[in-house]
Structure formats: C-alpha cells, structure tokens
C-alpha cells in the first residue's frame, strides 16, 4: 500500500515528482472529479488548523469527501480502544486515513494495520512529510533548491517540521545553519545521519550572525507540548524573535518560512516584509495534498 509516513523513505526523484504534481494542481486546470466517490478520513489526535483543512479542501477540490475524528475525547480511544483497532475499523471507512497522533512512530505502527494508505500529519516530535514537501513547493517557487543556505531556528528538538525538512534538504546538496535555544538543538541521531548523508550543518548561537548569508530563513514554534513540564519550556519561551531590524541587511531574494502556527517568534512587523513567506506557505498546503491525495488514491 502507498503510505507516506517519513520524507526519509523518499528519494529526490519521488520528491521532484510529487513537487511538480502539485505544480499541476495549482494551475486549476485538473480534474475536479478526480477523486469522486473517494473517501479521505483524517484522525487528528492532536490540534492542527492548516494540515487538517488543506488535506479537506484538497479532497473536496477533487470532488472527494473527507470523514473525521477530531480528538481522543471524541473517539473510542477514552474507553480503552488501540490505535491499531481504531486503523484496522477506519480502514474498513474510507479509500485513505490520515493521521496526527501525539508519539513518534504512530504512523508507522498504523501503516501495519491499515488496508488502505496512510499518510502521516504529524507524529509527535518525529516526522511531518506533507509539510516539508509544501516547504520545498514553496522555496522551489522562487529558487533552485541545490545547494541554498538554509537557516534553521527554534526548537529543533521537538520540532518534526525541522527534522523532516532537514532530511529531504540533504537531497538537494543544501547546507543547514543551525540556531537553538540551549537544550532544543537537533538530536544527536538525527545530526549524524545528516552527516553521513554529506550535509554540511553548522551550528550558531545567533541568527544575527548569519542571516546575511541565508537564502531561506526556517523559523519554528517552541513546541510547548513536548516539554515535560512548564518550568523547562518557561526557560527557553521568548529566547528569540525575528524583527523587522534583524533583517535589514539580508540577501534580497531571502525568504522567511514558518510551519505556523507562531508563537511570538516572528513579530508581526515582518508580515509585510517581500520576505515573509509563510501565508503563502500554507496556502501551498493545497495543491500540495492534493498532488498526495491523487497519488495514493487514484
Ligand atoms: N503547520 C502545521 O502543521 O500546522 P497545523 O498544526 O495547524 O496543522
């Protein structure tokens, strides 16, 4: 079965592949009835915004209909149904699941069970393929993706969007410069496959010290929820901002990305910056899911 659960599964063909689909799916001109009588069911064990109603507005724009559980509280789970259970049923649903569940791995584990394709909306601190593949739709949009500076800030512990990213840029002969707060740097497994894949990361205390340099500014959330209590995340809270100051003598054609939601990070001086890419970002969200919903489903 077609499941995408990890951008590491992925090669940069298959990447170049679903980035120009979805270059397909933006023009307008696609089929409309593509995916009539497809049903797409998303399990959202945690929040989301944009992941949830992209994948939706991407089923309903060709001409499928989604089918959902919002919450653990909602579902079956509270009275003591597994994941496994609850995938094995909902495979029985719908054409497609996809799932957002709070533990790294969830949508691996689910894939075993599943008769239909699972694609993974977020597993904990592990993987967020959808989102990365919408963060290269995004930068390819105005640049080649070989060989770019790419600046890394925030929580690159907890925060899955970085780690996915970070892998399919190792594809693409692109160098990280990494800025966290003490104790949210990238995990050390995850910094030794980089390397091992040939990826240049530099590590910086300062994203002052290297912003002239970025051709794409990646800007993440601390991931609140990750942290195991309030007095290590009230540490790092408010430990960076991106400020209209800090990017007076940037490269021109640099781009400001955020997975969004934000949190503070980046002040809202930035938004009418030709930088600030973000809005836009998410807005690709579309067409990208759409290009996966066609793939695993059609
Ligand atoms: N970027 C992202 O995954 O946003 P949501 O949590 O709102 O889906």
């Avoid at 969830?106 to 593949?133: C, K, Y």
Wanted: hydrophobic share 40%.
């Amino acid at each position: 079965t077609n499941h995408i659960i990890s951008i590491r599964d992925y090669t940069r063909r298959d990447i170049d592949y679903l980035l120009e689909r979805a270059g397909e799916f933006d023009t307008r001109t696609y089929d409309r009835h593509a995916l009539e009588e497809k049903l797409l069911a998303l399990l959202f064990f945690e929040p989301s915004t944009r992941t949830r109603m992209s994948f939706e507005t991407a089923m309903a724009r060709l001409g499928g209909k989604s089918i959902s559980v919002d919450s653990v509280e909602a579902s079956s789970i509270v009275k003591g149904e597994t994941l496994a259970d609850t995938i094995r049923v909902v495979s029985g649903y719908a054409d497609a699941i996809v799932l957002r569940h709070p533990k790294e791995g969830a949508a691996r584990l689910a894939s075993e069970f599943a008769t239909v394709p699972v694609i993974n909306a977020g597993d904990g601190a592990g993987q967020h393929p959808s989102q990365t593949l919408l963060d290269l739709y995004t930068i390819r949009q105005s640049m080649p993706i070989d060989g770019i500076n790419v600046g890394m800030l925030g929580d690159l512990r907890y925060g899955r969007t970085a780690h996915s990213l970070a892998y399919a840029l190792s594809l693409y002969g692109a160098t990280i410069h990494t800025i966290a707060p003490g104790g949210l740097e990238l995990p050390a497994n995850i910094l030794h496959e980089l390397r091992e894949r040939g990826m240049e990361v530099i590590q910086h205390d300062d994203v002052s010290d290297i912003v002239a340099e970025l051709d794409v500014l990646y800007v993440t959330r601390i991931q609140r929820e990750r942290f195991p209590d309030s007095a290590s995340y009230y540490n790092v809270a408010s430990s960076y901002r991106i400020t209209p100051d800090l990017l007076e003598d940037v490269q021109e054609h640099l781009m400001v990305l955020h997975p969004l939601p934000r949190a503070g990070e980046i002040d809202s001086g930035v938004d009418g910056l030709p930088y600030a890419r973000y809005f836009e970002q998410s807005r690709n969200g579309v067409p990208v899911r759409m290009a996966l919903l066609h793939e695993v489903m059609k």
